[in-house]
């Protein structure tokens, strides 16, 4: 089992900037490649960015590329996501996710993902 807990969002005005946290626990952390995915209200759970166990490689949805950065300190067991520029329609529930995995391909859907974390809100004020 692997434990996930996001921190960090919040409410934002429109243009400014979040870092949200993922904080891994029960297996090693190094293992598993992460996402991380957002979902507004009536809306479905849509993938953002994803990386690799190692950070080495990294895929960004094109609604956040340049904008969204994904990161990881497998030494903390953290996975992070720098969200700059921020939009309203950047509302939503963001939530990380694991993969077992130690390859370089990024997974996008969720039924690829194994472990979820319970979310965390970030809201953009226009």
């Known amino acids: 089992q692997v434990q996930l807990v996001e921190s960090g969002g919040g409410l934002v005005q429109a243009g400014g900037s979040l870092r949200l946290s993922c904080a891994a626990s029960g297996r090693t952390f190094s293992n598993y490649a992460m996402g991380w995915f957002r979902q507004a209200p009536g809306e479905e759970r849509d993938f953002v960015a994803g990386?690799?166990?190692?950070?080495?490689?990294?895929y960004y949805a094109d609604s956040v590329k340049g904008r969204f950065t994904i990161s990881r300190d497998n030494a903390k067991n953290t996975v992070y996501l720098q969200m700059n520029s921020l939009k309203p329609e950047d509302t939503a529930v963001y939530y990380c996710?694991?993969?077992?995995?130690?390859?370089?391909?990024?997974?996008?859907?969720?039924?690829?993902?194994?472990?979820w974390g319970q979310g965390t809100q970030v809201t953009v004020a226009s």
């Open positions: 996710a694991a993969r077992f995995f130690g390859g370089t391909r990024i997974a996008t859907t969720m039924k690829e993902y194994t472990y």
């Open positions: 990386i690799s166990w190692n950070g080495g490689t990294t």
